[in-house]
């Protein structure tokens, strides 16, 4: 019976995410499926819990720049995520440096106009 490209699995030898899509050959088995689904709702939920704070009153009277506000995030990222798990500050730290890119994005197409 020959087999179909739906039912093709990687192999057992892949143990982290970087090996699977340095080395992987494009397929997830269900399990590495739910465990990149599951990774993907941590970072959601966190940019959610971390970006909807509200700002200190410092920060709420200082006019700053996006490029001053993306500086500061990793530490609220990672503040907010503290004394949760290990698990948790490697998710915050992703989160952070997705925000960081959109950010790197949006200046190359506007790098005069945000940061007045």
Same mark, same amino acid.
Do not use: C, M, W
């Given at each position: 019976m020959a087999?179909? %490209?739906? $039912?093709?699995?990687?192999s057992d030898e892949i143990d982290s995410w970087s090996t699977l899509t340095r080395? &992987?050959? &494009?397929?997830?088995?269900?399990?590495? /499926?739910? =465990?990149?689904?599951? =990774?993907?709702?941590? #970072? +959601?939920? /966190?940019? *959610? *819990?971390?970006?909807?704070?509200? %700002?200190? #009153?410092?920060? =709420? +009277?200082? =006019?700053? %720049?996006? #490029?001053?506000?993306?500086?500061?995030?990793? *530490? /609220?990222?990672?503040? *907010? $995520?503290n004394h949760v798990s290990d698990m948790e500050q490697e998710v915050a730290l992703t989160a952070a440096r997705l925000v960081e890119k959109v950010a790197q994005i949006i200046l190359e197409h506007h790098p005069s106009g945000l940061s007045k």
């Open positions: 087999q179909d %490209s739906f $039912a093709h699995t990687p080395e &992987g050959d &494009g397929y997830l088995t269900q399990h590495q /499926r739910k =465990a990149f689904e599951h =990774a993907i709702t941590l #970072v +959601k939920q /966190r940019l *959610d *819990d971390t970006l909807q704070q509200k %700002s200190t #009153v410092k920060e =709420a +009277k200082t =006019a700053t %720049s996006l #490029v001053n506000y993306i500086d500061t995030l990793e *530490d /609220r990222f990672l503040n *907010d $995520a």
